[in-house]
C-alpha cells in the first residue's frame, strides 16, 4: 500500500464533498432538478469570478475554453496581441494561428512577468489589434501577471481583455468586472478542486460586440448558441451532469471559507513553499513574480531534475511537476493550489528533501521542513 500525494498544477486533489457528489445516481439534465443545479452552479461561479455577467460551462478541459474564447471574438485575418511568456502563452499563439489570426506577440522572457505598458504601447501602435490574449498565472513557470493594470491599460481601447485564469482562478484574485476583463477562461481541475472535463468562460457587454461580428466557423462552441440557451437555464447540448453537480460542492466550500480566506490560504502554502526551497538551497525561477499558485525552483547543479521528480512520485508516492519544454529538468514545479493545507506542504517537502538527500545534493536535512514550519507559525 502507498499514500499518495498530489502537487501537481492540474490536475489538484479532490475534496470528499465533491467525491461522494461524483457517485450519486446519473439524472437528466432537461429536468427541473438539474435546473436549479446549473442556477445554483451560475450563482457560484458569479461569485468566484467575481463577475455579474454569464458565465458558460463548456464540457472540455481549459484549452477547449480558450478555443471558444478565440474563436468567437475573432475572424480569419483578424489581428490580436498574445503575451508569451511561457507555455500557456504561446497556446494562444497555437490556437490563433489555427484559425488564420494575425499575431502580434509581446515575448516576455520566461519567469518574467509582462509590463503591462507595454502593452499599452503595442495598442498605440497598432489600432488593428481587436483582442488582447494574457495568462493571469503562467503555470509552466510559476509567474502571476499583474491583470488589475492590464485591464485599467486595455479598458481605453477598442480592444477586448481576455485573460486565461485556468490555473490561477479560486487560488489569487481576479477581480473580473473591476479590473475591466472581457473574457476570463477557466478550467476545473486546478483552483477550482474538481477533476478535468469542465471548461468556464465569463464574457462582457464589450466581448459580445464583437462575438456578433465574428465569422470564424464554429458549431460546438458557439457561444450564441450557448447565451440562448442559458436564458432558460438550459445549456445547447448534453452538458457534464455530474461534474456540474461536483462544481457546486467545490462551489459552496469556497463560499463557505470566502474568496479572501481562499486567497489568504494559497499565500500562506505559497509562503512556506517558496521559503522552504530557498532553505535547501534552491534558487525560484521566477523570484520577483512568483505566483501564490505554483512554485517553480531551479534544480540544482548536477542532480537530473526529472529523475528527481520521478523517484519522488514512483517510490514514495508524491508526486510534483517538472518543466516543460524549454524547462525539462532544469526545473521542479510545486503546487499549492485548491484542497492543499499545511501539512500537504510539509509532505511535500520532506520528500524532496529525502530524494535530493539520496542524489547525493548537499544541505542540511530539515532545514525545507523548518521553513515550511516557521511560516505556518507566524
Ligand atoms: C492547465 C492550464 C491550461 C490548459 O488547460 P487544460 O485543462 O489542460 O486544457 C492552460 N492555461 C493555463 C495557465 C494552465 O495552467
Not at 458565465?55 to 474564447?69: Q, Y
Not at 547525493?360 to 525545507?368: D, E, I, R, V
Request: aromatic share 6%.
Amino acid at each position: 500500500m502507498r499514500k499518495n500525494y498530489l502537487l501537481t498544477p492540474g490536475p489538484t486533489p479532490l475534496p470528499p464533498q465533491v467525491q461522494e457528489a461524483m457517485a450519486r445516481p446519473i439524472i437528466h439534465h432537461r429536468t427541473p432538478q438539474f435546473q436549479a443545479i446549473l442556477k445554483e452552479a451560475q450563482e457560484g461561479l458569479k461569485y468566484v469570478f467575481q463577475t455579474k455577467n454569464d458565465v458558460f460551462i463548456l464540457a472540455s478541459s481549459g484549452t477547449g475554453a480558450m478555443e471558444a474564447a478565440l474563436i468567437n471574438l475573432l475572424s480569419s485575418g483578424d489581428t490580436a496581441l498574445i503575451v508569451q511568456g511561457g507555455k500557456f502563452g504561446e497556446r494562444w499563439t497555437e490556437i490563433a494561428k489555427a484559425y488564420g489570426i494575425n499575431s502580434e506577440i509581446i515575448d516576455v522572457e520566461w519567469g518574467q512577468a509582462v509590463n503591462p505598458l507595454d502593452i499599452g504601447k503595442k495598442l498605440k501602435g497598432n489600432p488593428k489589434i481587436k483582442v488582447v490574449f494574457t495568462t493571469l498565472c503562467e503555470t509552466s513557470t510559476g509567474v502571476v501577471n499583474d491583470i488589475k493594470a492590464i485591464g485599467e491599460i486595455v479598458k481605453n481601447t477598442q480592444a477586448v481583455l481576455v485573460v486565461d485564469a485556468i490555473s490561477g482562478l479560486g487560488a489569487v484574485d481576479l477581480k473580473t468586472d473591476d479590473w475591466s476583463c472581457d473574457i476570463v477562461v477557466s478550467g476545473s481541475q486546478k483552483g477550482l478542486m474538481l477533476p478535468p472535463g469542465l471548461g468556464f468562460l465569463s464574457v462582457s457587454q464589450k466581448a459580445w460586440g464583437l462575438i456578433e461580428n465574428s465569422k470564424s466557423p464554429r458549431y460546438y462552441l458557439d457561444l450564441k448558441k450557448a447565451r440562448k440557451a442559458l436564458e432558460k437555464t438550459d445549456t445547447p447540448f448534453t452538458p457534464a451532469i455530474t461534474l456540474i453537480i461536483a462544481l457546486i460542492e467545490a462551489l459552496k466550500i469556497i463560499k463557505q471559507d470566502g474568496l479572501e480566506n481562499v486567497f489568504l490560504r494559497h499565500r500562506k502554502m505559497a509562503e512556506a513553499t517558496r521559503a522552504a526551497v530557498k532553505a535547501l538551497g534552491l534558487e525560484l525561477f521566477a523570484p520577483s513574480a512568483g505566483s501564490d499558485v505554483v512554485t517553480a525552483a531551479r534544480v540544482p547543479a548536477g542532480i537530473d531534475g526529472e529523475k528527481l521528480v520521478k523517484t519522488m512520485r514512483d517510490t514514495y508516492g508524491v508526486t510534483i511537476a517538472g518543466g516543460q519544454d524549454e524547462l525539462k529538468g532544469k526545473v521542479i514545479r510545486i503546487a499549492h493550489m485548491g484542497f492543499i493545507e499545511e501539512f500537504d506542504i510539509i509532505a511535500g517537502i520532506s520528500c524532496l528533501e529525502k530524494v535530493l538527500s539520496v542524489m547525493g545534493y548537499k544541505f542540511n536535512l530539515g532545514s525545507g521542513v523548518k521553513a515550511a514550519e516557521e511560516v505556518f507559525l507566524k
